[in-house]
């Protein structure tokens, strides 16, 4: 099992930028795929970014490639998520995930993944 803390959000003029972060407990972090999620208000949860065990894998949803980008510290268990060139759109509650099964290196919807953090607001102003 894992838990999952996200940090770093807050209010942000478009065009800006945000790094989160999530620290993930426990000493198993790299046996876990992890993801970033984001939801906004009377909107589904969708996928924004994911990152594969071995951080050799990554996936991004279209509406942020080129500007945002996942990496992973492993010392750190932690996973971080860059948001560059900010828009009013990219307003949402931003949430991390993790899951164990590491059969599949692709995880782009909410039932793929196990663990989840609280969130953390982002607001993007025009």
């Known amino acids: 099992q894992v838990q999952l803390v996200e940090s770093g959000g807050g209010l942000v003029q478009a065009g800006g930028s945000l790094r989160l972060s999530c620290a993930a407990s426990?000493?198993?972090?790299?046996?876990?795929?992890m993801g970033w999620f984001r939801q906004a208000p009377g909107k589904e949860r969708e996928f924004v970014t994911s990152?594969?065990?071995?951080?050799?894998?990554?996936n991004y949803a279209d509406s942020v490639k080129g500007r945002f980008t996942i990496s992973r510290v492993y010392d750190r268990n932690t996973v971080y998520l860059q948001m560059n060139s900010l828009k009013p759109e990219d307003t949402a509650v931003y949430y991390c995930?993790?899951?164990?099964?590491?059969?599949?290196?692709?995880?782009?919807?909410?039932?793929?993944?196990?663990?989840w953090g609280q969130g953390t607001q982002v607001t993007v102003s025009s």
């Open positions: 995930a993790a899951d164990g099964n590491l059969l599949r290196t692709v995880k782009t919807t909410v039932s793929d993944y196990a663990y």
């Open positions: 426990g000493r198993t972090f790299s046996r876990y795929h």
């Open positions: 990152i594969t065990w071995n951080g050799k894998t990554t």
